[in-house]
């Protein structure tokens, strides 16, 4: 990423929810209003362990867009909620154009075929 001028030079961006703590500007980072939050069905859940109990989590996935500080441009960044900080990955905004386009290839491709069952032999 490029870098630009001071934080308090640079103003939010038109898709960020704003909320930021004016006293730390080099601390901002600008959050989408519009994310993607949601527990794919195909997706194992994780079992966690907490004072010796284990409990079954299922994954949820987010979806949603930032820009940091001086950063030139926003990120896309698709993260498994429930993992710690940093498992995610960003993308930028023309990988995220094309990994759109080709999901909806696929899922247009998959909804035209005729339905039927897959036999082993
Ligand atoms: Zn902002």
Request: glycine letters at 10%; hydrophobic letters at 40%; charged letters at 25%.
């Amino acid at each position: 990423m490029a870098w630009v001028g001071a934080p308090e030079t640079v103003a939010c961006p038109p898709w960020c929810g704003g909320g930021h703590d004016e006293a730390h500007p080099v601390d901002r980072v600008h959050w989408s209003t519009g994310t993607l939050l949601f527990e794919p069905v195909l997706a194992d859940a994780e079992f966690v362990r907490v004072d010796e109990k284990t409990f079954e989590q299922p994954l949820r996935l987010l979806v949603t867009m930032t820009q940091g500080y001086r950063e030139l441009g926003p990120r896309v960044t698709m993260v498994h909620e429930n993992t710690e900080h940093g498992k995610g990955f960003d993308v930028t905004l023309t990988e995220a154009e094309q990994v759109g386009r080709e999901l909806l290839r696929l899922a247009a491709e998959g909804r035209a075929a005729p339905v039927q069952a897959v036999h082993r032999q």
